[in-house]
């Protein structure tokens, strides 16, 4: 078993190293322990991958915890100093809901097929991000796979910061106006029930349509938001996106 | 071993299910994929805690991949019906930096004891979101942590979206103007280097200021952004935070 110390005072074992039997494993790490305790190392970072899993319960019984896992690898950390800080994993998901608003002020909205409510409700096109892609790009791609509108990002106006999402993980959802393209509806038969473009006022005043809903549009037809900017020198388009106000 | 059929056409494992031996575990688990293969099951879902950890491996056969990990359970996913949508697990990191300017027309910049360049920067004060804290008060922390001025939230200015930080999530660093209610400056030892109030114009034409430094301040002092609002009937305080234009 192999093992590098970090600048941080912490200890990353060599993944491919762990090429040893359970039994050697077991001892090799119990010695490495003892002696990373002398040398008052803080956080020791183990990644197991795949062909390595049996290795996983001998490290528990030592006290190394997830950190995180993906597809085919885990990472474990055990932290020798007590209270060591221990960089979190990614804490969020993001979505994206468009404000499509025509030229009649008919504003696009959809009514999904998988709800919580008997009741069909409208709701903005959107969805979530795919790891990745830009927030502007992923609003103009879940409405026009939700309803078959193109559009051009405007602005962003709006968002609401949700705690205890999915495995106790947070959620941001972000509103943002977009112009439309085109004005044929061709919705996606899967998720959603009904596509149509509504009349801003009639959304505005209908009684079955969310407060929450009325004031992100309102956010968006109303004020100046945030607006996608550059900054010369930064770093490539595709890793970087900017929001100014 | 127990499972329940989910509204999306996947099976979910019941994890207290899974203590019986390996053995019986390899046999119970192929005969169940079979039957979920004849069902048209679309997905499995097996959350193997900490007790079980030697079942890692056996599901690792059957083609289990990790969806997530956390502390003492993985979590682990099956597609039996090819291409079927996973729902990812989270994708971004939330980190937040204040922008506070005094009454002297002098902004609040700190110098970090670990960092790439030799050069001492000045930059904002900030940090990571904590799991489950509002970026507003994450800002409050941090500036009050690193530097020992309590602020005050005003408002939302910028936010820079980044891919391909730690182990391939992203990264969304909001920028927010505070306003300071205390002057004398109380630097955390541990990692800031210098803390300083310097004149924002002196910040503004620094040559070894860099321009997404300058460009973030800007952005907070001369424009409108997003104020926090609030939605009434939508839920706790301690669970939501909406930003609007």
Not at 50 to 59: D, G, M, N, R, T
Not at 175 to 199: F, G, R
Request: hydrophobic fraction near 40%; charged fraction near 20%; aromatic fraction near 14%.
């Amino acid at each position: 078993m192999q093992w590098e110390k970090n600048q941080f005072g912490g200890v990353v074992i060599e993944p491919e190293s762990l090429s040893l039997d359970d039994k050697s494993f077991y001892s090799v790490l119990k010695n490495n322990i003892d002696t990373w305790k002398y040398d008052s190392v803080k956080l020791v970072w183990l990644q197991i991958n795949k062909e390595f899993y049996s290795k996983i319960q001998i490290a528990s019984q030592f006290g190394f915890l997830m950190h995180h896992a993906s597809h085919n690898y885990v990472m474990m950390t055990l932290a020798i100093e007590i209270d060591t800080f221990i960089p979190p994993y990614s804490t969020h998901y993001i979505g994206v809901g468009g404000v499509v608003v025509n030229d009649l002020n008919e504003i696009l909205v959809v009514s999904e097929k998988y709800r919580s409510s008997a009741n069909p409700s409208y709701k903005l096109p959107g969805g979530a991000l795919v790891q990745g892609e830009h927030i502007s790009q992923a609003a103009v791609r879940e409405v026009f796979e939700e309803t078959g509108i193109s559009t051009e990002f405007k602005k962003l106006s709006f968002f609401r910061h949700w705690h205890g999402y999915r495995y106790g993980k947070s959620d941001i959802y972000f509103v943002v106006l977009l112009k439309p393209l085109n004005h044929e509806i061709i919705k996606q038969e899967e998720e959603i029930a009904e596509c149509v473009w509504m009349d801003v006022d009639k959304f505005l005043n209908d009684p079955d349509i969310h407060d929450f809903n009325k004031h992100i549009v309102r956010s968006a037809l109303n004020s100046n938001g945030l607006h996608i900017t550059n900054i010369p020198g930064y770093g490539s388009e595709k890793m970087f996106e900017f929001f100014t106000s």
